[in-house]
């Protein structure tokens, strides 16, 4: 299972520091408890170790019939002891150093593993206390007998001293606290950052951008100024380098114009005349689709919902119908003209292929959006993006009566990307096409909008 992490930077970074920080304590916990535990193991085994030989001392020195005594006093809980004839701890092992002549001693894992020691790669886990283990030892007595002792050499309790604690959460707070601080400066800078990309427009002087922060988100804004320089630079010089060649085209094409005029054969004259006037339309298309992303004309405060009511009777009246469902005023700032050439070859389409169209308007956060519905039979969803291509006709006939020079929808998008919006196509679920267009809505919009609302 996939567990979801948190978006931004300053969570991400946080969360991660916290886990690292948590997986540092318990791993330095760990090593202190088993620093103690060995500590404290060596010292049970010492213990056990001197116990065992001063009880050795008394009965080896001690009468006969008070021996079995001696080693039942002795016998504990912890601490067990035996008189045998045989040793309890193989010849040749001691493990432990004991202060007795011939003393054997053997360190087992506990008394339910007796016989059974642990394997290698674990030794550390008795060595370092952290799991029971039982010393075994025998010493020889001076009449042939052998004291057993079997210690029980049990494992620390786990203690976490409140001042580690308080330590622990004390630095825990301190390193989020400079976490936020150092992040905040990098953070800030970046919304500003996106927020002033997503403002930059083809058509409009770039937004203020951040200039604090790190040297390095610095340098970030200062290069996406001089992007957005060259950019509007080069669309400039596009749009005047078709405009350019639009003007010189049109000299050719009335002069060819009258030539044809002079064609005696009707039929040859008409074919030239109609490759004229399609040389004519694709001339005036492209300098269209130039003048979308021009810069000639300032923003100005615009009734959307005006300029649709508008664009909506002069349709209908040459058309099918295209009805505005919405009367509020929608005021926002905007190029008029070059709207209005988006938005007429965006209904233009729907009458043309959806045998008219439905607009409506709508506001959600900091945008406006227009749908315009049709009754047609929809595009193809591989083809809802590739329309928006210049010169691309799903129309397969040659016609420009029924599928025009495919440039409507780039020429739409181009305007509507100019103005920081986006325009984009579906398919009804009921049948027919929707075009969404995005507009957004910069606080003068926004204050426009709500004085128009208190209006009406």
């Known amino acids: 299972m996939k567990f979801p992490l948190p978006r931004s930077l300053l969570a991400q970074v946080a969360l991660l520091s916290v886990a690292a920080m948590i997986v540092g304590q318990i791993a330095s916990f760990w090593l202190f408890t088993a620093e103690r535990g060995a500590i404290i193991r060596a010292d049970q085994r010492a213990m056990a170790a001197e116990h065992a030989t001063r009880l050795a001392r008394l009965v080896d020195g001690g009468p006969a019939p008070v021996r079995g005594e001696l080693v039942e006093a002795a016998t504990s809980r912890a601490l067990r002891f035996a008189l045998s004839p045989d040793p309890a701890v193989p010849e040749g092992r001691s493990d432990i150093a004991v202060d007795w002549p011939g003393a054997r001693a053997q360190e087992a894992w506990d008394t339910f593993h007796r016989g059974h020691g642990p394997p290698s790669p674990m030794r550390w886990l008795r060595d370092y206390g952290i799991a029971p283990a039982e010393l075994r030892l025998s010493l020889p007595l001076s009449d042939g007998l052998w004291l057993n002792a079997a210690a029980r050499l049990e494992r620390p309790g786990m203690h976490l001293p409140p001042q580690a604690l308080a330590s622990t959460l004390l630095t825990l707070l301190l390193l989020l606290g400079a976490l936020w601080l150092g992040l905040k400066r990098i953070t800030g800078p970046l919304r500003g950052l996106a927020a002033a990309a997503d403002a930059f427009g083809l058509g409009a002087e770039p937004p203020p951008l951040p200039r604090d922060g790190p040297r390095e988100v610095r340098a970030l804004a200062e290069a996406l100024a001089r992007m957005h320089e060259r950019l509007f630079r080069m669309i400039g010089e596009r749009t005047r380098m078709l405009a350019a060649l639009g003007h010189d085209l049109r000299s050719p094409i009335t002069a060819l114009r009258?030539?044809?005029?002079?064609?005696?054969?009707?039929?040859?004259?008409?074919?030239?005349?109609?490759?004229?006037?399609?040389?004519?339309?694709?001339?005036?298309?492209?300098?269209?689709?130039?003048?979308?992303?021009?810069?000639?004309?300032?923003?100005?405060?615009?009734?959307?919902?005006?300029?649709?009511?508008?664009?909506?009777?002069?349709?209908?009246?040459?058309?099918?119908?295209?009805?505005?469902?919405?009367?509020?005023?929608?005021?926002?700032?905007?190029?008029?003209?070059?709207?209005?050439?988006?938005?007429?070859?965006?209904?233009?389409?729907?009458?043309?292929?959806?045998?008219?169209?439905?607009?409506?308007?709508?506001?959600?956060?900091?945008?406006?959006?227009?749908?315009?519905?049709?009754?047609?039979?929809?595009?193809?969803?591989?083809?809802?993006?590739?329309?928006?291509?210049?010169?691309?006709?799903?129309?397969?006939?040659?016609?420009?009566?029924?599928?025009?020079?495919?440039?409507?929808?780039?020429?739409?998008?181009?305007?509507?990307r100019a103005h920081g919006g986006e325009v984009s196509l579906s398919n009804r679920p009921e049948g027919g096409l929707r075009a969404t267009v995005r507009l957004p809505t910069p606080e003068l919009g926004a204050k426009a909008w709500a004085n128009a609302s208190r209006e009406v």
Request: proline share 6%; no cysteine; glycine share 8%.
């Open 258 to 416: 009258l030539r044809a005029e002079m064609v005696e054969d009707d039929e040859i004259r008409e074919r030239m005349t109609l490759i004229l006037n399609e040389m004519q339309e694709m001339t005036e298309a492209t300098l269209a689709f130039a003048r979308g992303v021009s810069v000639a004309e300032p923003l100005e405060p615009v009734d959307l919902t005006g300029l649709l009511a508008d664009l909506a009777a002069e349709l209908s009246a040459s058309g099918p119908p295209v009805t505005l469902v919405v009367s509020t005023p929608h005021i926002l700032p905007l190029r008029r003209m070059a709207l209005r050439r988006a938005l007429r070859n965006l209904l233009e389409n729907a009458q043309r292929y959806g045998a008219g169209a439905t607009v409506g308007i709508s506001h959600a956060g900091e945008a406006a959006f227009v749908t315009i519905d049709d009754a047609g039979p929809g595009i193809p969803e591989a083809d809802l993006e590739r329309v928006f291509d210049p010169f691309e006709r799903l129309e397969t006939s040659r016609s420009r009566e029924t599928g025009g020079a495919g440039l409507g929808l780039p020429i739409a998008r181009a305007i509507l």
